[in-house]
């Protein structure tokens, strides 16, 4: 049995609609698509069109997890990922995709007065990119931790965390598939 194709046209914004109908028609013509969907996708025209008919094909299936369950990761590994997401968040355009988190504390002594206290390393490869990291006057660190703390007290379900975050220089850690493994990116 085959899977069932959906065509997304893209960049309808950029092609005058005269030449858009008679190109929906000859796909159609076609006849392998279930639907065929022109949306654009920067000016975000039909996205929810396109996504309604994906839905439509997706097989019901019973829940993997129980409803209680957000994730298969460890709390280390979901704050290790929290804290990188809110990195790559801030310095998209000035730092490239080569950010590790390392979680050196992770102390749940008091979690039962709903207290953490973490302390994580953010790795990066070049001095330039430590600088980025931490900003001037540290304002773009501190934004990270903020962000960062905020996600991490409702993803982890605590009222109070001591967030420390410290940017390390580890130089080729992408070679070295020991820190590949030590940092969780692989």
Do not use: C
């Not at 949306?39 to 019901?60: D, V």
């Not at 709390?75 to 998209?92: G, P």
């Not at 992770?106 to 990291?133: C, M, T, Y």
């Amino acid at each position: 049995m085959t899977q069932p194709k959906i065509l997304a046209l893209n960049k309808i914004d950029l092609i005058k609609k005269s030449r858009l109908l008679p190109m929906i028609e000859r796909y159609e013509r076609k006849s392998i698509y279930k639907s065929i969907i022109p949306i654009s996708a920067e000016k975000r025209e039909n996205l929810p069109g396109l996504l309604k008919s994906l839905i439509h094909l997706l097989p019901q299936k019973n829940w993997l997890y129980p409803d209680s369950h957000m994730t298969n990761q460890t709390e280390h590994q979901l704050t290790s990922e929290i804290i990188r997401e809110k990195v790559l968040r801030h310095t998209y355009k000035e730092l490239p995709y080569s950010t590790a988190v390392e979680i050196e504390v992770f102390d749940e002594s008091r979690r039962l007065e709903g207290f953490l206290h973490i302390a994580a390393n953010i790795i990066v490869e070049k001095p330039g990119q430590k600088k980025i990291l931490i900003g001037r006057g540290g304002k773009m660190i501190k934004k990270i931790g903020s962000e960062a703390r905020r996600s991490l007290l409702k993803s982890l379900r605590i009222s109070k965390m001591y967030l420390e975050l410290n940017v390390k220089i580890v130089s080729g850690w992408r070679n070295q598939e020991r820190l590949l493994d030590t940092f969780g990116v692989r």
